[in-house]
């Protein structure tokens, strides 16, 4: 049974005419059979400039969001979409991570590359360190074990920082196609490596390569993230396949069907609409004008959960740590293609009736 | 004329032995190299629209493998096996619709298809008593159950390539998981059980080209039983990335390494077995005696069966062992030195106690009840081993015909299988009940349960997981029966002796 069927048929409908196009463009695609998420924007957050939007972290409270876009990190009032401060960068910002409750934040930056550590409040730079490992592609924060690891796709490599010190304290030389990075906390760092279809193993004390996990049915990994309780891995590939990893056996246990091509980034979280919704939720989206979840039904049993279209693509995604929902980039495209110039805009996804069509779903 | 004839006949026997010396050596499992381009048939059928079915997996799966797949559904004509390497059956498949059409085949058949388990013989007709599934909705606890495994025989070519112990081991991964489980006849060879459940069900079983299937026929091929589902191949344990370098898990994880070595093994040729010729046997025999000692255990000037203990030393000294004897009561370091212990039915297993237990030279013992002494079976008497026609110990008539199961090892001296004549006579014949590492090779008419001619490979589990130090085989004889035997009796009886040296190169 479909999520039209139940209570979200309303709110489907009403949604219905305002999403002509793009689910015109799903059904063209042949993907108008997957179910609907039923979710709804609660905020709405135009950001400043025209640069994409490379990372967002959500503040404590849910009250503030920061975004890295351009040359600076922005921060928004949520309640009003305020802009209530800016961080200027001296070179475009690549990536952002932020130990929230440290109040420290870390951008890489590109030309040349190097890694700002800042203060989210008051918002300052407090120091730069320079990256010898290549341009950064992506940043990973382990705040518990004092690490940040840099990673450089076009340098294959990976850095590993110590938060304490600032300083690098090894690296590896990872080839292949490097993409997303998770790590499960207790000394393993996953890396999507699109090159060899498998996830990357790290051992983060050694900074040494220990495996990889092979994916069958689910080609080019390009988002990856971590359920450290669990100890899942929940991986995005290019083809639209997604894939549920035992890290404990290094075992490729659940294919889900991929709705949604193109490259992604993703995010997990437990309750990711508050307490009495899923018990646990992995979003996915990027390049495709779609964004798509696994629903965490119990530690042995995951489903796709669905689909929720988009008015454009995806530059970045981040789960509200408190429940309160999930944050978009949304760059908008028009049916005629990418509007250059055009703002992108922050949306925070929250649930309608979750409960009741991942019920349908499972 | 003799002469003329004579020497190539020697030079036929010996090329056809050292022929048989290698292919035992090395026929048992081909390289995957030499599968390479090999075509698999795969019959698999139809699903409901949403049920789960892996059937593309595998396919994708053996191709990986190396092999050319060619997928049909179950209406295909059995002619379809022609120039084929291996048939994979899926479950998938209707077996009602398959029958036995591929029961003559005589191509090597790999199936998950439990259904069609009896179609194929490799099972008797009965659901839930000779084969059955297990799933999630009818079977929620078991469904549990079958997620661990148990390594029953250690020793089978499959069992050495995926380093199977005897151990629990992850069949499926963590989900409650459906299954096909058999009980297969007495001349199959379980290659691991499902733990936790009554009756020691099989999860994997084999059975070699010319085995004894339990229809009676003798398998036309190799074939494989193994425990999947219409959709759970990709649920098969593996271990990858930093879990793969821990041995325990390593050893754990094993579910899909079990399913390729034994596809692997299914598409290998087996053996050549020598066919059936006592003069052949014997000139074998003969040259692997020259040089090795025996040891003969007896009661030392018996009353009954000292005539056939003569006969049997004066048998050995013929083919060329040096013979020594010992009494029951002589200290087992009697062995030190030696080639081979036989242990006569003549002694006493009260006396004989636990000696030669763990000597580490190939035993065989010509009396059945001291299976439990030697870890041949388990203790329990009549139940786990006994005799027919002992007038105060057993409930069966005396016998002398055995039914040959394993006719594919060479043991069975090229006997085909079925019924032969054992001893001239009826009379006392000794069985026990051998755990999964034996080679079955005879069993009493009628009493597929009670083994009379069996052997543990050196390394095998043997009861109370006792590890055999060396080969170890059990000959049904009754105290005098060696006198009574018939020919091929005899050449029961030199066969074993053979292997338990190792002379057949295996």
Known sequence: MSTFDHNATRYSMRRFWRCMPWLAACLFCGLASAAMLPLRIVHRIVVQGTAPVRAIVPGPGGTQVYVASGREIQVYDVATGNLAGTLPLPAPVLDMTADEPAGVGYAALAAPARLVVFGLRPLRITSTIRLTDGVPSALLLDAARHALYVESAAGASLAKFDTTSGKRVAALRLPGALRQMATDGRGTLYVANMSHAAIDAVDTARMTRTGAIPLDGCTDPTGLAMDPVGRRLFVACRDGGRAVIDTDMGFAFQQLPGNVQGAVRTVFGFHPFGASSWKGGAFSAGEAPQLTAIRMNAFISYSAAGTYPLDGSCESLALDTGGRGLWLAVAPTSAAGSQAGAPVELRLLSATALSEAAGASK | ?506
Request: glycine share 10%; with cysteine.
């Open chain 2, 1 to 506: 004329m003799n002469r003329r004839f004579h020497l190539p006949g020697v030079l036929g026997r010996w090329l056809l032995a050292f022929g048989l010396s290698l292919a035992t050596a090395h026929a048992a499992m081909l390289p995957w190299s030499a599968l390479r381009g090999k075509t698999v048939l795969f019959v698999t059928g139809n699903t409901p629209a949403g049920a789960p079915n892996d059937d593309a997996l595998v396919r994708q799966h053996l191709e990986k493998l190396g092999f050319k797949v060619r997928t049909v559904d179950e209406s295909v004509s059995a002619t379809a096996a022609r120039g084929i390497s291996l048939i994979v059956i899926s479950s998938t498949a209707n077996a009602h619709a398959l029958g036995t059409k591929f029961a003559g085949t005589p191509v090597p058949l790999f199936t998950w298809n439990t259904f069609d388990y009896p179609n194929l013989g490799m099972t008797g007709p009965q659901l839930h008593r000779d084969f059955g599934i297990v799933d999630p909705t009818q079977h929620y606890a078991d469904s549990f159950s079958v997620l661990y495994g148990y390594g029953a025989n250690t020793t089978s070519a499959i069992s050495k390539a995926v380093g199977l112990k005897p151990q629990l081991f992850g069949t499926l991964y963590l989900e409650p998981g459906t299954v096909g489980w058999a009980h297969p006849g007495p001349g199959g060879t379980v290659i691991a059980y499902f733990d936790g459940m009554a009756d020691d069900k099989a999860a994997v079983f084999t059975y070699e080209r010319d085995a004894s299937l339990v229809d009676g026929r003798a398998a036309p091929a190799r074939r494989v039983g193994f425990y999947l589902a219409d959709g759970n191949f990709h649920l098969l344990t593996a271990v990858h990335g930093p879990a793969a370098k821990d041995p325990q898990l390593h050893s754990w994880a094993i579910g899909l390494k079990l399913f390729d070595e034994a596809i692997r093994w299914a598409a290998s040729q087996p053996a050549p077995v020598a066919p059936y010729d006592p003069a052949a046997l014997n000139s074998r025999i003969a040259r692997a005696a020259h040089g090795r000692k025996v040891l003969f255990v007896e009661r030392v000037n018996a009353g009954e069966g000292r005539a056939a203990d003569e006969h049997i030393v004066a048998h050995l000294r013929s083919l060329g062992f040096d013979v020594a004897i010992a009494d029951q009561t002589d200290p087992p370091t009697r062995a030190a030195g030696m080639d081979l212990v036989i242990i006569s039915g003549s002694c006493s297993k009260y006396k004989l106690a636990n000696k030669y237990i763990d000597v580490k030279v190939p035993l065989i013992s010509l009396e059945g009840l001291m299976s439990d002494s030697l870890h041949f079976s388990g203790r329990n008497r009549y139940v786990d081993y006994g005799e027919h026609g002992e007038e105060k110990e057993s409930d069966d008539p005396p016998d002398n015909y055995l039914d040959i199961v394993g006719a594919w090892n060479p043991m069975a001296a090229g006997l085909h299988p079925g019924l032969v004549k054992f001893t001239h006579h009826p009379g006392i014949l000794k069985w026990a009940a051998p755990l999964p590492d034996a080679i079955v090779i005879a069993t009493l008419p009628n009493s597929p349960n009670e083994r009379a001619i069996f052997g543990y490979p050196k390394d095998a589990v043997m009861a109370d997981g006792f590890i055999a130090p060396a080969r170890r085989v059990l000959l049904p004889f009754d105290n005098p029966s060696f006198d009574d035997l018939t020919a091929q009796g005899r050449a029961l009886f030199d066969a074993v002796v053979l292997w338990s040296i190792g002379g057949d190169g295996s």
